[in-house]
């Protein structure tokens, strides 16, 4: 089975990710930004996410992005992937 990353679109609702938490990569959050905080994603450039949340924007990674994920149960066929 293949799993990939849910699409996600602006002025949607996802949750941040930091990736030093879950992996000890090179992509922390900003200073005040907390691992699994929600926040809409208010625009997009180059591999950078703009998301606002709590009143505040900021901009992030996009590996700091947590849409959720799909599986393929059938050649082209996709769907959510339950948390279970």
Excluded: C
């Excluded at 799993?3 to 990710?17: M, S």
């Excluded at 090179?26 to 994603?41: C, K, S």
Aim: proline share 5%; charged share 25%.
């Amino acid at each position: 089975m293949m799993i990939r990353q849910r699409a996600f679109r602006i002025g949607q609702r996802v949750k941040l990710r930091d990736s030093t938490v879950e992996g000890g990569n090179a992509y922390p959050l900003p200073p005040g930004w907390h691992h699994g905080d929600e926040v809409t994603v208010v625009g997009f450039d180059h591999g950078y996410v703009r998301v606002l949340g709590d009143g505040k924007e900021t901009t992030v990674f996009i590996v700091n992005i947590d849409s959720g994920w799909d599986e393929q149960y059938a050649p082209g066929k996709w769907r959510e992937r339950s948390s279970a």
